[in-house]
């Protein structure tokens, strides 16, 4: 049976909370997980920009004894063609991990703010037929 209009209206209001929450989680899993995949790569195009005299020429030590521009252009070249491999990696490991902890089934219906005895399914506890993947 529907809800009344101020009830309807405060159950939106809870589950537009607890979706933007799970989103929120996602994006921050995701964000973690890219951050430390990509770190290589991350670490090497720093170091490459850092150290060309074309770009940020800095004065630190390394750079005047170790890394020239020729090697410094190897290094930002490096980063850029190992990014592909590792953003690959980093989603394989972020969809595997949400699919593992079931993060995109607890995203709730509004359908739940508009009528009773609608059932809040989340992870393992719902059984429907209807999934997000098998």
């Known amino acids: 049976e529907p809800r009344s ?11 537009g909370a607890i979706n933007s ?9 995701m964000f973690v997980i890219f951050t430390v995949v990509l770190l290589p790569t ?14 940020l020429h800095s004065s630190a030590r390394y750079c005047k004894s170790i890394l020239d521009d020729n090697s410094s252009s190897a290094l930002i ?3 850029f063609v190992i990014m592909s491999p590792l953003l690959v990696v ?38 429907t037929q209807l999934k997000a993947w098998v």
């Open 21 to 29: 929450l799970v989103f929120l989680l996602n994006l921050l899993l």
């Open 77 to 79: 070249i490096l980063g």
């Open 5 to 15: 209009p101020c009830c309807c209206l405060a159950w939106t209001l809870l589950i």
């Open 90 to 127: 980093a989603m394989a490991i972020y969809c595997s991990l949400a699919r593992r902890l079931q993060l995109l089934v607890c995203f709730q219906p509004y359908s739940l703010a508009l009528y009773k005895g609608g059932r809040w399914c989340c992870a393992r506890g719902c059984n």
């Open 42 to 55: 991350i670490v090497v195009v720093y170091f490459g920009f850092q150290c060309h005299s074309q770009v």
